[in-house]
């Protein structure tokens, strides 16, 4: 007979930081990657912003594996269908620690952004831990279906969801029911904003919503 059991230990987790915090910074990102990446590499959709102004803190999910056969690069995902609420709890254990480690409301505007899975991160780790930002960016990704309007009726943040119109992970159905769901979650206050492209990182958009 199989039995599947937990235990609970301690576990350390890297992440990337970009450019410095200083008296000249004006905002702070807490950006999460979407599936594949490594937050070090995330980072370089942000190096167009001002440097002084702008401090980048990027999470590294945990679970990381090889792409390809030849076993050089590395990607890493934040959840997957297994054991997903357990995984859920240690990912938002893990972001706040690093939030509360990197990220002063009180002294910077805060944007909270999530990619492609990201959003489905982020979007929990403002939810449940009632994350008050100036902005909360959605590009690419899918809302988690457990989310209700009242997770967010704290939120007093500028919401945006980003999506492109030839997004090769998004049908015309699946970007409607998100769009639907955005705005059930944050009424009148979310953004929608399409974009002529393929799933990527629109930097473009991303700079403009700051400047």
């Known amino acids: 007979m199989t039995t599947e059991k937990e235990i609970s230990y301690q576990h350390t987790n890297s992440y990337s930081t970009l450019n410095k915090l200083s008296d000249k910074t004006k905002t702070i990102w807490f950006v999460c990657h ?5 937050s070090r590499y995330f980072l370089k959709y942000f190096k167009e912003l001002p440097p002084d102004e702008n401090y980048i803190v990027a999470p590294q999910a945990v679970s990381k594996y090889y792409h390809g056969k030849d076993f050089k690069h590395v990607g890493a995902s934040w959840l997957t269908k297994e054991n997903t609420i357990a995984e859920t709890k240690n990912v938002l254990n893990y972001l706040k620690a690093v939030f509360d480690a990197e990220v002063d409301t009180k002294n910077y505007k805060v944007i909270i952004l999530g990619y492609s899975q990201g959003v489905s991160v ?3 780790f403002v939810a449940h831990y009632k994350v008050q930002c100036d902005q909360l960016i959605l590009h690419s990704g899918g809302l988690p279906k457990e989310l209700e309007p009242n997770h967010f009726s704290f ?12 997004d090769q992970h998004i049908t015309e159905e699946r970007l409607d029911y998100e769009i639907k769901s955005a705005k059930s979650l ?13 799933h990527e990182v629109n930097t473009e958009i991303i700079g403009d919503l700051v400047s």
């Open 186 to 198: 944050f009424g009148n206050n979310v953004n929608i904003i399409t974009f002529d492209g393929v």
């Open 155 to 166: 939120l007093k943040a500028k919401v945006s969801m980003i999506c492109g119109d030839k």
């Open 122 to 124: 982020a979007s929990r």
């Open 34 to 38: 979407g599936m594949g990446y490594l």
